[in-house]
């Protein structure tokens, strides 16, 4: 009711696109911006979103039939869902880049931001597990872990293990509150040819890692934390260890 969704409409959206809307004003809202003054503006709006089980089981279901139907199971409607309820005229996009969707996502904001094209952005991801088949097939492909543990960077390592969560924040281009956190660059690269498809390249990450700090203007040795991917595989935490090695470790001790 609050976002003006009738019940008929919400029982065939996405749970996903339900706890997108309420997340994304949720940091609308906290950041300083209520409904009377988002409408109108040149907000843009950037989503991770990747899982798309929703889409099976209203073709399994008699909700197939409603008129909401499409829009309800649609990747670019959870949007666009909230630049129409919000009365948002900025850029609006749903991103799918896999496990980068979050960062590719954000990438897009920040540049959106430095170029002008949006007075804010506003950064969301979501990922719900509503049916087994994605797990079964990352299970065949030897991704998780039979045992439902991720041991990453550990000679124990035998898959990862999937999880749920969505997550939103505001970006501007000058702090709007004491507990703002700035995000001084970004970088977005792509593997090339490595080993297979779904094989990490480390010297492809390497250039992803001193790219950002290029555009972050920061050496290596001003960082203080790194997150990593974090596989859980032997096939990827070793190369992700070594491209952290080479990029980072190694430039802060020097030659």
């Given amino acids: ?80 869902r909230i630049s ?50 994605t797990s079964w097939s990352f299970a065949m492909a030897g991704m998780t872990s039979p045992n439902g543990r991720c041991h990453t960077f550990d000679r124990r390592a035998d898959g990862y293990a999937r999880a749920e969560a969505c997550c939103s924040f505001a970006l501007a281009s000058t702090p709007v509150n004491r507990s703002s956190l700035s995000v001084m660059g970004s970088a977005v690269r792509q593997d090339g040819k490595s080993a297979s498809l779904t094989a990490p390249n480390g010297l492809a990450q390497q250039g992803l890692l001193l790219a950002s700090m290029v555009d972050a203007a920061v050496s290596p040795s001003m960082l203080s934390m790194l997150e990593a991917h974090g596989t859980g595989t032997a096939l990827g935490d070793p190369i992700e260890v070594r491209s952290l090695a080479v990029a980072v470790l190694r430039a802060c001790s020097g030659p």
Avoid at 13 to 29: G, N, V
Avoid at 112 to 118: S, V
Wanted: hydrophobic share 45%; with cysteine.
């Fill in 84 to 133: 129409f309820v919000l009365g948002l005229q900025g850029p609006c996009v749903s991103y799918d880049t896999a496990c980068s969707a979050a960062l590719a996502a954000n990438h897009a904001a920040l540049r959106a931001l430095q170029f002008e094209e949006c007075e804010e952005g506003l950064v969301s991801g979501v990922s719900l597990m509503l049916m087994p088949a």
């Fill in 1 to 80: 009711a609050s976002f003006g969704v009738s019940p008929v409409e919400a029982n065939a959206m996405d749970p996903q696109q339900r706890m997108l809307l309420e997340l994304a004003y949720e940091s609308l809202h906290g950041a300083g911006w209520d409904k009377p003054t988002l409408v109108g503006r040149g907000t843009g709006i950037f989503v991770a979103i990747a899982n798309n089980d929703w889409s099976d089981i209203v073709k399994a279901s008699a909700m197939v039939r409603s008129v909401y139907s499409a829009t309800g199971a649609s990747m670019s409607i959870a949007s666009g």
